[in-house]
């Protein structure tokens, strides 16, 4: 496994399972199948509504808590409950966290960032960050945290590369953690031919090609799957490395194109919007 060397110097793994979309049965069975084949990074969220899910999932698969990276977030209609924390806690069935986040800048998202930053002093959360944070949100965020965060959680794969973010995670040494990075199943995406060329040579398939991308490109990566087969590839990827020359092919695919846009009409929804928690 590669990790990343975080800015307090905690160490996350650069490749983990992500359980956006999964149902609790099938977030529980993928999450004890990719620890048992050696995944040590696990995403979740309140909005997941399957963090129960994920923490039957851990405990079955017999691996160790300290050896799992397990990062989760909270949702805007939790920032101003003050037990938001420990209650996040309780349904993982854990003590603390690897990673966590505020997973929108909706509400009153800086009372939840506050809550992370006593996170982080009370020993409940090796790390913090922040989820769809960008433009004038990363700029207040920066004007008003105590202590920065150590991720941002944001879409990325070849066609969108947060060119215009980076510089400012780069200041700070925040690292960046993509979703949607296989371009949230876009044919097109995966079907470019440099990535089938790549796999080729290194005997991969393109969407492992991308994979690897993200990991030399510094980010840490979570795809998700209920495909047990699934998982075991996207975890098989980093007994190769591309070129530089590889890299710089690949970089010419960036065309600022993203698939998720979002509306402040829709922050205000978040914000209003309450997890229906997967009960005991």
Same mark, same amino acid.
């Given at each position: ?84 924390? #420990? ?7 854990? &003590? ?25 002093? +009370? ?15 990363? #700029? +207040? ?87 047990? +087969?699934?998982?075991? &590839? ?11 020359? +590889? ?34």
């Amino acid at each position: 496994m590669e990790y990343l060397e975080l800015n307090n110097g905690v160490k996350c793994p650069a490749i983990g399972l992500g359980t956006y979309m999964l149902s609790p049965a099938d977030a529980e069975n993928s999450v004890r199948e990719a620890l048992k084949m050696g995944y040590p990074l696990v995403d979740t969220a309140n909005a997941y509504v399957n963090e129960r899910a994920v923490g039957r999932g851990i405990r079955e698969s017999g691996v160790a808590r300290e050896k799992v990276f397990l990062s989760t977030k909270l949702w805007p209609s939790e920032y101003e409950n003050r037990h938001a924390v #420990e209650e996040t806690l309780s349904r993982l069935g854990v &003590d603390y966290v690897d990673l966590l986040y505020i997973h929108q800048p909706a509400g009153n998202w800086l009372a939840g960032y506050r809550q992370l930053e006593q996170a982080l002093r +009370e020993g409940k959360a090796r790390s913090i960050g922040v989820s769809n944070f960008e433009g004038k949100y990363m #700029e +207040e965020l920066e004007a008003r945290w105590e202590i920065a965060p150590q991720f941002i959680q944001a879409e990325a794969h070849p066609y969108y590369t947060q060119k215009e973010l980076r510089p400012l995670l780069d200041k700070y040494g925040i690292r960046l953690m993509s979703w949607y990075p296989l371009g949230h199943g876009d044919k097109a995406l995966v079907s470019e031919p440099v990535f089938a060329a790549l796999g080729e040579k290194y005997g991969k398939t393109p969407a492992q090609i991308i994979l690897r991308w993200h990991t030399q490109m510094g980010f840490a990566v979570i795809p998700g799957s209920k495909n047990v +087969e699934h998982i075991r &590839d996207n975890l098989n990827i980093l007994d190769f490395a591309l070129t530089d020359s +590889e890299m710089a092919k690949i970089a010419r695919l960036d065309r600022g194109a993203r698939y998720y846009h979002r509306t402040e009409e829709q922050l205000a929804q978040f914000a209003a919007w309450r997890p229906s928690f997967e009960k005991e």
